[in-house]
């Protein structure tokens, strides 16, 4: 076999073992918390240039052999009543919260506690990414989960993970997460 029908071999070898692990993520958090960033973060897109999101948009970016099928939905306060439209058949919700806008704690918290009393999400695991943690502003992430009250979700899994969606610092380890506690268990 020549060495570029090798390389493709293993290409589609590895796209048949991401199709049987797909995963269908939920992107939410108020608007200008930096959704979008962090999903072109993920799909290595140029992140330079944002304009807020009007619908939503979706993106299939591949993590440790998973195909993951994430859904970025606007979050102005106009758009928020059509989220529960996009949560049927989701395996984790992502929650993306502005760690230096903390006149807004208050308003993310009360969308967050109303996305986990969804019957659609019963039981889903929720990554909350405490973003812009690079601002001198931004509250620590142990901070924000406490303010959530993220110890009293006892039906699900749920992680908090500081980051910066600009720089990428901490997407990383949240993507890990996903890929150790919700891959796994889906197999």
Known sequence: MGEVQKGLFSVVERLKGATERELRIVLLGLDNA????????????????????????????????????????GGQRKIRPFWKKYLESTDLLIYVIDSADKKRFEETGLELSELVAEEDL?????????????????????????????????????????CCALSGEGVQDGMSWICRNIANKKK
């Open 34 to 73: 930096g959704k979008t960033t962090l999903l072109k973060k993920l799909a290595s897109e140029d992140v330079r240039t944002i304009t807020p999101t009007q619908g939503f948009n979706v993106k299939s970016v591949a993590a440790s052999g998973m195909k993951l099928n994430v859904w970025d939905i």
């Open 122 to 162: 019963k039981g889903v695991p929720v990554l909350v990414f405490a973003n812009k943690q690079d601002l001198a502003t931004a509250s620590p992430a142990s901070e924000i989960a406490e303010g959530l009250n993220l110890h009293t979700y006892r039906d699900r899994q749920w992680q908090i993970q500081a």
